[in-house]
């Protein structure tokens, strides 16, 4: 192997696969070769697949990117050192900055312009960040639930390791952060449902319906999971990406009910059900677990499908409101108090026209 194609394999992290083994093999979701779901994922013909791609990259509808810039609140160090405990800042896709017990946690952190393997190809951001990477107070933690590139950014991660203590990760999605330079010693890998307690916080890794990969060559390599945070009598709940399935209702059974949910809803379409949520199974989903507050993620930030852009906030809107679920929706960069959320403000609507009242499923006059 030459040293070019070395460098590209821990780039895509093409050997996680390799390492591990014995934790692997002492997990009910993998089968010897690779991980994978508890329900059987829908056999997709390469017709359907190509549709699929030639959909996203030639067909794209108008309205899947704001046709303005998005309300973005700038962040501080100094603002975020000052900020209360239990505070919650979106800081874009599914990238959250969580202070509990005085220090901070981040979770799925993406910083790059875009969520790609290449510098000028690929779904670029809508927005920049709320604070500059290098501004960022020190971490306790990182939480990652998989390898996506919209979810784990290579060169953002290299950047917080000089200031993080601690990455948790599900399987093999550790040893991809070592194959990079990551200190072994600041990675702990868990399966569904195993979990730590760091500083007085109960972290664990719970069930999602997904898949993982870099390239073409390593899908379902590396686990993928949902997380759910406690803080004494705080208790939160962070999907990752899923599509829905029974295990909401298990892990509401087990370890809720939950003070606040950040659910997935954004970057679906009917075309890929099983992998990703449609608004009104984030509703089930939230009902499933036992939440109290929902806040959608997962949108806003990146071109991920072919719906408009504004669309998962209307259809979630309306369905919370049909439910009596409190929603909350703070911009990017918003503080949102976990103790006492507020519902936010209509932002996304200061951006670009929302559609006719009825031509999107839950749709709110």
Do not use: C
């Not at 030459?2 to 050997?15: M, P």
């Not at 994978?36 to 108008?62: C, H, M, Q, Y």
């Not at 290098?134 to 991660?157: C, F, K, N, Q, W």
């Not at 809803?265 to 989903?285: K, S």
């Amino acid at each position: 192997m030459t040293s070019f194609t070395a460098s590209i394999h821990r780039a895509l992290g093409l050997t996680a696969a390799r390492r591990g083994r014995e934790l692997f093999d002492s997990s009910v979701q993998h089968d010897g070769e690779r991980f994978r779901n508890v329900k059987p994922r829908p056999a997709e013909g390469i017709g359907k697949t190509l549709s699929i791609a030639w959909n996203v990259l030639f067909r794209k509808p108008d309205g899947t990117a704001p046709a303005s810039t998005l309300p973005v609140d700038a962040l501080t160090r100094e603002q975020l050192e000052a900020a209360p405990d239990r505070s919650l800042y979106r800081l874009g896709h599914s990238t959250m900055l969580l202070k509990l017990r005085g220090q901070f946690w981040l979770t799925d952190p993406v910083f790059a312009e875009r969520a790609s393997p290449f510098r000028r190809f690929g779904p670029k951001r809508f927005h920049a960040p709320p604070i500059a990477l290098a501004d960022l107070p020190p971490l306790r933690g990182v939480i990652l639930s998989h390898d996506h590139y919209d979810h784990l950014d290579r060169e953002t991660v290299l950047a917080l390791a000089r200031t993080t203590s601690v990455f948790l990760t599900p399987l093999g999605v550790g040893d991809r952060l070592i194959e990079w330079g990551i200190d072994a010693s600041k990675v702990r890998q868990f399966d569904w449902w195993q979990g730590v307690e760091i500083d007085g916080l109960a972290l664990t890794a719970t069930p999602a319906q997904h898949f993982s990969g870099r390239s073409l060559f390593d899908g379902n390599s590396t686990l993928w999971a949902s997380w759910v945070i406690v803080d004494g009598d705080l208790r939160v709940f962070f999907s990752g990406d899923t599509g829905y399935f029974d295990g909401f209702r298990t892990i509401g059974e087990r370890l809720g009910p939950f003070d606040v949910t950040l659910l997935e809803t954004g970057a679906y379409d009917a075309q890929w059900p099983y992998v990703h949520m449609q608004p009104d199974e984030t509703i089930q989903a939230h009902l499933d677990l036992r939440g109290r507050w929902l806040t959608p993620v997962h949108n806003g930030t990146f071109d991920l499908a072919m719906h408009r852009w504004q669309e998962p906030f209307e259809r979630v809107m309306g369905l919370a409101a049909a439910h009596g679920i409190p929603l909350a929706t703070p911009r990017m960069g918003e503080r949102l108090d976990l103790a006492a959320p507020h519902r936010g403000e209509r932002w996304w609507r200061e951006v670009a026209e929302i559609l006719p009242a009825g031509k999107l499923s839950g749709l709110t006059p």
